[in-house]
């Protein structure tokens, strides 16, 4: 079982940063791979970025390719999502998921955190 909660959303005005963060509990954490999601009013949930148990793999949308960075510290039980130059079509709410492989399917998360609101204004 892993409990995750995010933190970090807020307002921020286009070209900004925002670094989000998911804790995590649960003693086997660092098994899995972990991702960011969002979500748009009236739209679907879409991946942003994963990353493996161990660190080195990543994969991004090509959306945010370029602006955001995927990492992780698994002796703190902890992912996060750096944003960089952010847009207005960014704006949504932002989740971090736990997934059992190397996938970018929501449906393959199997753990999923209560969401952080990011709002970027133009």
């Known amino acids: 079982q892993v409990q995750l909660v995010e933190s970090g959303g807020g307002l921020v005005q286009a070209g900004g940063s925002l670094r989000l963060s998911c804790a995590a509990s649960?003693?086997?954490?660092?098994?899995?791979?972990m991702g960011w999601f969002r979500q748009a009013p009236g739209k679907e949930r879409e991946f942003v970025a994963r990353i493996n148990w161990s660190g080195p793999v990543t994969g991004y949308a090509n959306s945010v390719k370029g602006r955001f960075t995927i990492s992780r510290d698994n002796a703190k039980n902890t992912v996060y999502l750096q944003m960089n130059s952010l847009k207005p079509e960014d704006t949504a709410v932002y989740y971090c998921?736990?997934?059992?492989?190397?996938?970018?399917?929501?449906?393959?998360?199997?753990?999923w955190g209560q969401g952080t609101q990011v709002t970027v204004s133009s």
């Open positions: 649960g003693r086997t954490f660092s098994s899995y791979t």
């Open positions: 998921a736990a997934a059992r492989g190397p996938t970018v399917v929501v449906r393959e998360y199997v753990y």
